[in-house]
Every structure is written in C-alpha cells, then in structure tokens.
C-alpha cells in the first residue's frame, strides 16, 4: 500500500458532465428492465411454472383411467378414444398418461357416467342419452330426434350456447363434459318386418335408446335398451326384431346384415350422434392448466375427426353391403316420419311441462335450429338438390 494514501480516504468523485449522462443512461436502462421482467412474470400462469419446479423432469405425473361404453377399439367409438390418450400423451411429453379400458372391463357400458361421477376414474367417454334416467335433459347433447345435423350440433355446442347449459346441467353430479366425437347421420336400423306404416310399429321389439326410444314406445312398439355388443345374438335369437346401431360401417363390423332382413334410412332418430367425454371435476381441479389445455384441444380435436372418419368409412360401407352383401336398403315412407315427427314434439312438450332443465334446454335448442335451418337450406341442401337434377 503507497505510503501516502490512508486506508481511511474517501474515493474522490469527479462530476464532471459525462459522469452524470452515463448515470441517468444506466438508471433508465435498469428502470426499462425492471418494468419488462415485472410484465413477464405477469404474462406466466402460475401452474406451469410451480416454485422449485424449474426443469420438465421435476413435474408431476399423471396416470388417468378412461372408462368406456364401447368394446375396446371397435372401429369408431374405439379408436377415438385411443386417439384421445395418444393425442394427451405425446402432447404432454408423456406427463398425462390415460389407459382406456373397454365396456365391461372396469365398469359395465352404461354406468360409465356413474363411475365418473364417484371418482373411481377420472375419465370416461360415453353417449349422453344412457343416463337420460337420472338427467331427462341428456339426450339433447347426443341425438334428438328429428334435430339438428352435425354441423349445426357442433355448431350450437361451440357458438350456440350449448356446451355451456351441457356443462351447468352436469355440474351436480361433478362431471364436466367435452364433446367427445360424432358418427353424424345415421341408419334408421334393421327389420325383421317391412315397415310401411305407423300400424307395423305396433308390437315391435327394438332396440332403441334415448328419446326415440320414448317416441317409438308411444306408437305401441316395445323400445328395450341393449349395448351394441349384444345386438347380433339379440337379433339372432329373436329377442328383438329391430334394431339400429350407427350406420353402415359399424352396423357391417356387427354383421347385422346376417341377422336382419330389411336395412332403413334415414335415421330420424339420430339425425347426429354425438358422444362425450365425461372429466371427473377433482380430478380436473388436481390438473395444471397446460394439461387441461391439452385434454380441451385433444377432445375437439377428436369430436371433428370422428365425423370426417364416418363419413369417409360409411361410403365404402354402404357400396360395399349392397354389392358383396346384396342390401337393398329402402327410405321409411314420408307419412311415418310425419308420424313419428308428430309423436315427437308431443313428447318434448311433456317432457319440458315435468322438468325445468329439460324446457331451458329445449327452447335453446329449438332457438338454434330455427335460426340455423334458413342458412341451411341455403347452402347444404341445394347442393343435393342440384347434385340430383344435373345428374351427377
Ligand atoms: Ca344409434
């Protein structure tokens, strides 16, 4: 240390101009990235960045179990849901793992909602209309007869208010649904009898469920409720002499083109068919946001798939029952469906008088379709129309 300079000497400062530039300089710099990081940290959800939690390998997992209401990978309804776990998978990096487990295998085909609903799984992926008996309002989010085609469900579902009063009249039961795919038109089934009137319903056995089940009871026939997977021997063993299931592709998988002899269209009774996937509510609330992101964007991503899927399926179906399978399939005279039509709008009318979720829902919907009918007459059916009268 030189001898001529204390240890106690303050530093000398000089403040000259360029001194004190440079300070204001430095202050505005700092102040400019205090303001930037304070934005940043606003912009971060907090469950994707946990405290502690900084690399990926320190998130939690999550091992999820969907119940089914179909065989595990029937053509359709299956692979959607496998598509469902691979999508959350492989977009998760493998943090939501979701095992699928088929009718029977864990719960039976109908009581998935249930088992949902009690937490013993997290997951399931079923049709609305199976638990119309606890929830008269149901069926509206899978088929209404006479309703609403799919592009106008999906479209009253995401744009229309639907999904919103779908999610409120879940809510007691702590399940949040998500549109879960849709087979879109299907085939009014298969009959062991011609069917030429409201008079050959009289007496008929059928497997129908939902609401048309109720119309078709009211016209005298008998509706009974069957998981698909035993419709062949059903049929087979004359347990019942008429059926419906989807359509041409999945109703061909069944062979019920062995056990039925007349094959009808159109599906008035499921003009769409749209399924769901069924989130226990704590199981949700335990999730991250990125993960309940990923189950959002899987499910819709599968709910449109699935109709793109049907409709590619059902056309090499359909040629294929007629030309390998010899099916003549006929359409259900007009009178019947004017019937059936009728028979309907009673129903509902009875319906919404005995329960109020049932009316609230009704009215939204048939508000939907009203609105939603002048559009399509405009755009999809002329484009039939025109398809027929130029030939082509
Ligand atoms: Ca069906």
Known sequence: MPPNTAPSDPPRFDWNPIVILSLVALLVLLGGLYVTERAQQKNTPI??????????????????????????????????????????????????????????ELVPALGVFDAVSAGSVEMGHTAAYYHKGKIPAAPFFTAVPFGM????????????????LWRDLYEPFGVIPFPGGNTGMQMAGWFNREIRSAADIKGLKMRIPGMAGEVFSRLGGSAIAIPGSELYTAMQ???????EWVGPYNDRAFGLHEVGKHY??????????????????????SLPTDLQAMIRVAAQAVNLDMTAEYIARNGVALRDLIEQEGIQPAQLPMEL?????????????????????????????????AETHQWMRMSEQVVFEYREALGD
């Open 264 to 285: 009808y269209y159109p599906g008035w009774h499921e003009v769409s068919a749209g399924l769901e996937f069924d989130v226990n509510r704590a199981a949700w609330d």
């Open 337 to 369: 469906l004017g019937d059936l039509r009728r028979v309907a709008l009673q129903y509902y009318a009875d319906q919404a008088a005995r329960d109020p979720d049932f009316a609230r829902i009704y009215t939204a919907y048939r508000r939907f379709q």
């Open 149 to 164: 085609n799919v592009l106008e469900q999906n479209a009253w579902l995401y744009y229309g208010g639907g999904l919103e």
């Open 47 to 104: 469950a994707a960045s946990p405290p502690g939690q900084s690399a990926p390998a320190a998130q939690p997992q999550y091992q999820w179990r969907m119940a089914v209401s179909w065989p595990k990978n029937f053509p359709g309804l299956g692979t959607a849901t496998e598509n469902f776990a691979r999508y959350v998978a492989e977009m998760s990096n493998g943090r939501l793992q979701i095992q699928v487990y088929g009718a029977g």
């Open 237 to 243: 063993t004359g347990v019942i002499d008429a059926t």
